[in-house]
């Protein structure tokens, strides 16, 4: 697939960033990655609660070859083929890949407790500062003789 047809493929859906990413395309929406265009075709961000609605098309999630195994990943999916000739489908599937990968994103985001230690950290970073502690005055060469 190239640039212009995704181009195309997701007008019904609204405006998409497409980024060459490995063999193919990444497909984000508001900067959230949604899709992937591959040589083996089209793969939508997929979770718990829209991984049934691939399941119940026959899709299967995303799998390369690696020397030694199949790896699966199962955070994407094909999409059905049907939906090619489907712009209006297509869209909403497409809404709910972009829904799909937000929920991880959120999922992702670091815990108050990670923001709190990098609080301390930038204490310990003024601390310094004001008692004259420098990385220079640590690197410091020994004395010659």
Do not use: H
């Amino acid at each position: 697939m190239d640039r212009d047809f995704l181009t195309d493929l997701f007008a019904d859906f609204g405006p998409v960033t497409i980024r060459r990413m490995f063999s193919g395309y990444g497909i984000s929406a508001d900067g959230t990655n949604f899709a992937l265009s591959l040589r083996a075709g089209l793969y939508f961000r997929a979770d718990d609660q829209t991984i049934p609605q691939f399941e119940a098309e026959g899709s299967q999630p995303f799998q390369y070859q690696t020397r030694a195994k199949t790896v699966t990943v199962n955070s994407y999916w094909q999409l059905p083929a049907r939906l090619f000739d489907d712009s209006e489908e297509l869209a909403e599937w497409a809404r709910a890949a972009l829904a799909a990968a937000q929920r991880a994103a959120v999922r992702k985001r670091p815990k108050a407790r990670k923001a709190a230690k990098a609080k301390v950290s930038g204490k310990a970073a003024a601390k310094r500062k004001a008692t004259g502690v420098r990385k220079a005055a640590r690197t410091r060469k020994a004395p010659s003789k």
